[in-house]
Each structure stands twice: as structure tokens, then as C-alpha cells.
């Protein structure tokens, strides 16, 4: 497995130009299976995660056809109605075939997820929507199987405005019998953007962004080509990474409307953000501020942020208190940066962060994808030499991650593991 090796304490100063979104590109390929015809997406993101859903969809019996940053999906026929345990459990985002599937084809066969370093990570709320809709729907031997004729439409409510599980049901919805309600919908960006997409199809959809969505089901939906929005998490990466080294990044491309709270607790803490033409500008703090933060559903402080935030706040002044509501096992970086010196106590599903001084380079392991973030982070700032094991979870959602610090002066290599 690859590494990355960091030597700390450089400012970074330059321009990074921020890739499509991972969490948008996602549900919108899985959607291309609603149609028989060509979808065409661009500014498709350069990831692992993004290999691995073409990967299934392939195995559906997509024809796929990637150059660089764009896709052709065509999904004339269909092999099979599988997405089985070996890709699912290495990418938990597979279960959105679900939807898209049992609402064209009346059928779907997917391995239920299982829990990741986060959380248990359920989609009870995804079956129970789709059960409403007509499907019927039973678990064995570690599958979902689920069946139906045509869906029709139903009024549902989320107990939680799950992100996946809202954009399932946008899918299935969209050539369902009827109108479908969605109440207690996720607000989260990337749901406007597979709106966004679906509609261009010829979807009917209204409220997408808000917690009510209206979906009146067509009977068929048609190709179209679609351009992905840019990654606001990505983003807000590279932001922390201009303030934790004191430097000045110019984000090209960076989506600040949807960065609002981000933005909001960054300048809070003393960080410089400017809006300027097609970016943002990220300028070294005076002296860090301590600020609590407190993740949400959107539009409040994004879970997804929370790592990265808290490897920004082990060098501010004061003592931060960073609590995690939406998951309930997302705290696996804190031991690591304590290695790197960082002063962290957890209290339930809260982390007391006690600004110190300076960090120390120091041998630590990645666990899941925004924890490594928040690992490279605070190697950037730490002094001396800091190796990041398990990159490959890097990889699932940073496109090229080294190489772009490297050109606004990181000194970051990426070495080939052993094993
Ligand atoms: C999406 O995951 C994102 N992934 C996650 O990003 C993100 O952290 C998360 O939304 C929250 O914003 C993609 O979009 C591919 P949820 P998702 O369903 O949809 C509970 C990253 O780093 N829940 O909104 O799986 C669940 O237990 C990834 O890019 C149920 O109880 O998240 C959790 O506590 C990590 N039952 C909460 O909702 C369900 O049926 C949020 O889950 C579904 C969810």
C-alpha cells in the first residue's frame, strides 16, 4: 500500500483548481440506468469511488466510455440486477442502483452495505420509501432483493433527511405511477445537482435544495449531457490547507454559495477569504482562533468538514469544541493527530481541541477519507517528517491530492508501499 511522506511547515501559495464533486457524480451515473439512451456527464472527477461505480455499472451491463474528465453511459440492455458484496462492501454508494433499477426494471439484487469506519450506516429509511412505492422488498443472506411492477407514487416521510436515501427516491420516483412526495428530503447540494441532471432527462421535479420535494413520475426518461458541479468538500479542504500553513491559495472553480457555514466559521477563526471572479482567495490568519463548530444536515456545518476542521484548530489559540451529530464514530483521526502532537480529549461525541504551539512530524495511518485529509493537513504544518499509511482511502475522493499541493509548494511525496 502507498504512502505519503510530508515535510512540513511550508506556506503554500499558488492556485488549485477544484475537480467535479464526488458526492454529485455518484447518484448521477447510477441515474443514467433510468434511460436507454446516451448520458454524457463532464467534469467527471478522476477517483477511485468513480472507478468503482463505472465498474458496476459495467457489470449491470452499462457501456462505458471514459476520456479524461468526461463519460458516456449507455445502458441499451441490462446483464444483470446485481451489486454484489465484492463492490458494494469497498464503496457503500453502490446501493444508489437500487432506486434507479427497481424503477426501470422491477428488480435489484444489492448487498447491503455494512458498517465503515464511521458508523453502522443503515438504509433502513431507503427500504422503507421504496416498500411504500410498491416494492416488495426482504434481506437474505446479507442482500436486499428487491421486486416490483411499475412504482407508483406515495408521500413519504425520512425520520432522518439521509442524503442517499433522498436521492434514491428521487430516482425511483422520477418514472414512478403518479406524484411522490418527499418530506424531511436532504437539502444537501449534490441532491440539486441529480435533480439538475434528472430533469435535463426529462424528470419532473420541484423543490429539489429544500426539505419538501414534489416528483411527478413520467413514463420514460431520455439521454442528456449534463456537467457535474465543482466539490465543495474538496474545497473546503484546500481552504483549511491554506490556513493551517499561513499561505495564500487561489481556489479556482470553488463553489463558495454552497460553502456558507464553512466560509462563516473559517473567518471566524481569523481566516482571509475573498470571492474573486471564478474562485476564492484563502490568505494566512493573524493568529489562529479557537471557534466550536458543530456538525449538521445542510445548510449547516457539513459533517464531511468536521475532520479537516479539527486538524485547523489543533494550532489555534484557545481551545476549540468540535461536536459530530451526524455519524456516531467519526472521531478515528484524533488518535492520529494526537501522535503529531495535537492536545484532543473526547467527551461522548464531542472533541475538546486545545490549541498548541507546533505540531511534530510523525508515522500515522489513514482510516477513512476525510480523516486522511485531515492527517495531510496537519503534516503540512507540522514540523519534520510526517508518513501517511492507507492513502488509498485518499484516493476514493481527492483527485491527484499530491500533485496539486505539490504545485503550490508542498514538499509531499507519494511512495509505493511495500506491501
Ligand atoms: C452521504 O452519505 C455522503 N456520501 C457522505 O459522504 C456524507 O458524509 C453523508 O451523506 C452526510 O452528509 C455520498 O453522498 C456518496 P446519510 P449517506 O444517509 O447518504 C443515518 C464522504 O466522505 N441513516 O445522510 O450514506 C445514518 O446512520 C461521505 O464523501 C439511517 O439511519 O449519509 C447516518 O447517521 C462519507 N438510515 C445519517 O443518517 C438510513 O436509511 C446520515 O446518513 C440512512 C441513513
Do not use: W
Not at 453502522?120 to 420509501?129: D, G, K, Q, T, V
Not at 481556489?251 to 471566524?268: T, W
Not at 514540523?383 to 504545485?407: F, N, P
Amino acid at each position: 500500500m502507498d504512502k505519503i511522506l510530508i515535510a512540513g511547515g511550508k506556506r503554500l501559495q499558488g492556485e488549485i483548481v477544484i475537480s467535479g464533486a464526488k458526492n454529485a457524480a455518484l447518484p448521477i451515473i447510477a441515474a443514467s440506468l433510468l434511460t436507454g439512451e446516451e448520458v454524457r456527464l463532464l467534469n467527471v472527477p478522476r477517483l477511485n469511488d468513480i472507478s468503482t461505480m463505472c465498474r458496476l455499472m459495467e457489470r449491470l451491463g452499462a457501456k462505458i466510455i471514459s476520456d479524461g474528465e468526461r463519460l458516456s453511459i449507455k445502458n441499451k440492455e441490462v446483464a444483470s440486477f446485481e451489486a454484489s458484496y465484492d463492490v458494494v462492501k469497498t464503496m457503500r454508494a453502490s446501493v444508489l442502483v437500487l432506486g434507479p433499477l427497481i424503477a426501470r426494471f422491477g428488480e435489484a439484487r444489492i448487498s447491503l452495505p455494512g458498517g465503515c469506519a464511521i458508523g453502522a450506516r443503515p438504509i433502513n429509511l431507503h427500504l422503507m420509501a421504496l416498500e411504500k412505492m410498491g416494492a416488495e422488498i426482504r434481506v437474505e443472506h446479507g442482500y436486499v432483493v428487491a421486486r416490483a411492477g411499475r412504482l407508483k407514487g406515495a408521500r413519504i416521510y425520512l425520520d432522518f433527511p439521509t442524503v442517499t436515501g433522498t436521492e434514491n427516491l428521487i430516482m425511483a420516483a422520477t418514472i414512478a405511477d403518479g406524484t411522490t412526495l418527499i418530506e424531511n428530503a436532504a437539502c444537501e447540494p449534490e441532491v440539486v445537482d441529480l435533480a439538475n441532471l434528472l430533469t435535463g432527462m426529462g424528470a419532473r421535479i420541484r423543490g429539489a435544495g429544500s426539505d419538501l420535494i414534489v416528483i411527478e413520475g413520467v413514463d420514460s426518461l431520455k439521454g442528456t449531457e449534463y456537467r457535474i458541479m465543482p466539490d465543495r468538500i474538496e474545497a473546503g479542504t484546500y481552504i483549511v490547507a491554506s490556513a493551517i500553513t499561513g499561505g495564500d491559495l487561489f481556489l479556482r472553480g470553488c463553489p463558495a454559495r454552497y460553502l456558507d457555514a464553512v466560509i462563516i466559521k473559517l473567518r471566524e477563526a481569523g481566516v482571509d477569504i475573498a470571492e474573486d471572479g471564478g474562485g476564492l482567495r484563502v490568505r494566512r490568519p493573524k493568529k489562529l482562533k479557537s471557534i466550536d463548530i458543530k456538525t449538521m444536515t445542510y445548510p449547516g456545518f457539513p459533517t464531511d468538514m468536521q475532520a479537516q476542521m479539527m486538524a485547523l484548530m489543533t494550532v489555534s489559540s484557545g481551545i476549540s469544541i468540535i461536536t459530530e451529530t451526524i455519524f456516531e464514530k467519526r472521531f478515528s483521526h484524533v488518535a492520529e493527530l494526537r501522535r503529531l502532537g495535537a492536545d484532543i480529549k473526547i467527551e461522548g461525541n464531542s472533541a475538546m481541541v486545545s490549541g498548541v504551539e507546533a505540531l511534530s512530524g510523525a508515522n500515522v495511518m489513514a482510516s477513512d477519507l476525510r480523516a486522511s485529509a485531515s492527517l495531510v493537513l496537519a503534516g503540512l504544518r507540522a514540523e519534520g517528517e510526517t508518513v501517511i499509511s492507507r492513502v488509498y482511502h485518499l484516493d476514493r475522493g481527492y483527485e491527484r491530492m499530491a500533485e496539486k499541493l505539490t504545485g503550490v509548494g508542498a514538499k509531499i511525496d507519494r511512495v509505493r508501499g511495500s506491501q
